[in-house]
């Protein structure tokens, strides 16, 4: 089947991409029974811990980097969050506090990263309250990205809604499973922990900030996106969240590791960091490898931490999701929703159409950067014919797909377009898209549908959406064009940059709007005028909604969400879920 080939964004600038768990504490009793009070966000407000003070911004009123737990260093490395410590002068912060340490070389990881890093924003409308809450956690692969990337969230912030931009432990720090770690019989997911740390947080004090503590919507993109699809499967999130929001977040659900896997796996990472470190000079090691105690782990040095351990886990793991410990996740995310006994709250799922497209872009760019050859006329540096099908082998190994049966039948190079140079990305981009987003998505949502939960799915498909990579002093630089890539939706949530255009601005207005009314009501289409009516999806009709600008087609409701991504076909047996 031929996919539309995707058109070449008409401006480029660059814009900052990366890709949620919100927890409500059942705590107060009666509570929720009664309707919450009536406030306003002041400039300086007093929550559990201290007073803090706003930024003011047009519409908005921001506090920065507001401490939710203890900082995890030192003996509290690789434990559960434990409280902040109260402060007895008014925090004043005007960013956010540093990223949790990046563990990996993605382009996306934010510098001025630290161990110290368990801080949150709150972003309040200026007006009269209670306000619906939305908990943003960031994507990132879990490995990179932090609240940073977030302050601005006005498009949502000014239509009604609080905001409120969640840090957790990333990589090493945040899912390392060392046995010799366990505790209650687990080990591993602190980044998780750190994620219902905030949301309690939250239900403990978005009050004072003239929220609503009883409609808190939890929602993320990419690595966010599956912190919200992990909340829904942990029991101990269960009556904790109103609402579910998941961007692009359906790319792990077969890919967890047992506890005994993750055990065995971070035996090794750690091994290897200490034998690499240890080949380097590095002193101050008190870990002998193959008889590491919690204790010799606690006490690293940070130079073992931040390079040899982080540059082991990113090899071992390239592929970084929550494992199965036993405690935050008794079964996979697959097998608690296969079993029903998954979190069941009002969900918007939904994906870009060109998800994978990103990950070709990096690659290429990559490549180019090596040689300094920035031309894009120049495509000897796009995937090759030959590098096609060995991707593909990469990206389905040990699923039994006999690749050039599923390339010959459904991903030929001849679908897309008609110039040979472009023709592999651009396949790849798709069967990587569909196999590993998509479909995964829509078999998440008829999981959800047929449990009798209302799910709203979209498909974010602005082929003139800005990218990030790519681009060099406001030229793009890539052979081919990304289109609907991976994130590249963010840009219509936050404010990131200029839009270019009027069509992307109404684009932006529309989502917002779709967003905001879901947190307010838990139904798109109710709060808020709405371009087009978003239909609640169905086993039977498999309706989604198209996020366009205008001349793309806008936005309007699709039905050809499965044949278009070849999930009944291609990919029946693999994604199913």
Do not use: H, W
């Given at each position: 089947m031929n996919k539309k080939a995707p058109l070449r964004p008409r401006s480029l600038t660059p814009l900052l991409a990366s890709s949620v768990a919100v927890l409500l504490a059942a705590c107060g009793g009666s509570d929720k029974d009664t309707a919450p009070p009536s406030r306003v966000a002041m400039d300086v407000v007093r929550t559990a811990g201290g007073e803090v003070r706003a930024v003011d911004r047009l519409g908005m009123r921001s506090y920065f980097a507001i401490p939710f737990a203890a900082p995890p260093v030192g003996e509290r490395r690789w434990q559960a969050p434990a409280p902040a410590q109260p402060w007895t002068t008014t925090l004043a912060a005007t960013k956010s506090a540093a990223p949790c340490l990046q563990t990996s070389a993605s382009p996306f990881r934010l510098s001025g990263d630290s161990e110290d890093c368990l801080y949150l924003d709150v972003h309040a409308p200026t007006g009269l309250g209670p306000f619906p809450v939305m908990v943003n956690l960031h994507g990132g692969a879990f490995n990179t990205g932090g609240a940073s990337v977030y302050a601005d969230p006005s498009p949502l912030v000014t239509k009604g809604v609080i905001v409120v931009n969640v840090a957790y432990r990333l990589g090493a720090m945040g899912f390392l499973a060392h046995p010799t770690l366990a505790q209650d019989g687990a080990a591993g997911n602190y980044g998780i922990m750190d994620q219902q740390a905030a949301l309690k947080w939250v239900q403990d004090n978005i009050v004072q900030f003239a929220g609503d503590k009883n409609n808190v919507t939890v929602f993320g993109e990419s690595a966010g996106g599956f912190s919200v699809m992990t909340h829904l499967a942990s029991p101990g999130s269960k009556g904790l969240f109103n609402k579910a929001m998941i961007q692009s977040g359906n790319y792990g659900n077969d890919r967890q590791l047992s506890a005994a896997q993750m055990g065995a796996v971070s035996q090794s990472i750690v091994d290897t960091a200490i034998n690499a470190a240890t080949a380097a000079g590095v002193t101050g090691i008190n870990c002998a490898p193959g008889a590491v105690t919690a204790a010799c782990l606690r006490s690293l040095p940070e130079p073992v931490i931040r390079t040899y351990l982080a540059n082991a886990i990113s090899t071992a793991l390239p592929i970084m999701v929550p494992s199965v410990d036993g405690k935050v996740l008794p079964k996979s995310v697959k097998a608690t929703f296969a079993a029903g006994e998954n979190i069941k709250v009002p969900t918007v799922n939904g994906t870009n159409e060109d998800e994978y497209a990103l990950y070709i872009a990096i690659n290429e760019a990559g490549r180019r950067a090596a040689a300094s050859n920035?031309?894009?006329?120049?495509?000897?540096?796009?995937?090759?014919?030959?590098?096609?099908?060995?991707?593909?082998?990469?990206?389905?190994?040990?699923?039994?797909?006999?690749v050039n049966v599923v390339i010959a039948n459904f991903y030929p190079l001849s679908n897309y377009g008609s110039n040979p140079a472009t023709q592999p990305s651009l396949a790849a981009s798709a069967l990587a898209t569909d196999l590993g987003f998509s479909c995964p998505a829509l078999r998440t949502s008829q999981r959800i549908a047929a449990q009798g939960s209302p799910v709203y799915m979209y498909e974010f498909r602005?082929?003139?959406?800005?990218?990030?990579?790519?681009?060099?002093?406001?030229?793009?630089?890539?052979?081919f064009p990304q289109g609907a890539a991976h994130s590249y939706d963010?840009?219509?949530l936050y404010n990131l940059g200029d839009l270019g255009n009027e069509e992307r601005r109404a684009l932006q207005a529309a989502m917002t709007r779709y967003w905001s009314n879901f947190a307010k009501t838990g139904n798109p289409n109710s709060g808020g005028s709405v371009p087009a009516e978003w239909p609640a999806f169905t086993t039977t009709d498999n309706r989604v909604l198209g996020l366009d600008v205008a001349s793309g087609g806008g936005v309007k409701a699709l039905t050809t969400f499965d044949a278009a991504h070849q999930c009944s076909s291609a990919w029946s047996r693999i994604v199913a879920f």
């Open positions: 920035f031309d894009p006329a120049n495509t000897s540096f796009s995937l090759p014919a030959a590098g096609y099908a060995p991707t593909i082998a990469g990206l389905t190994a040990g699923t039994g797909i006999d602005d082929q003139t959406a800005l990218p990030t990579v790519g681009v060099a002093n406001g030229k793009y630089y890539l052979s963010l840009q219509y």
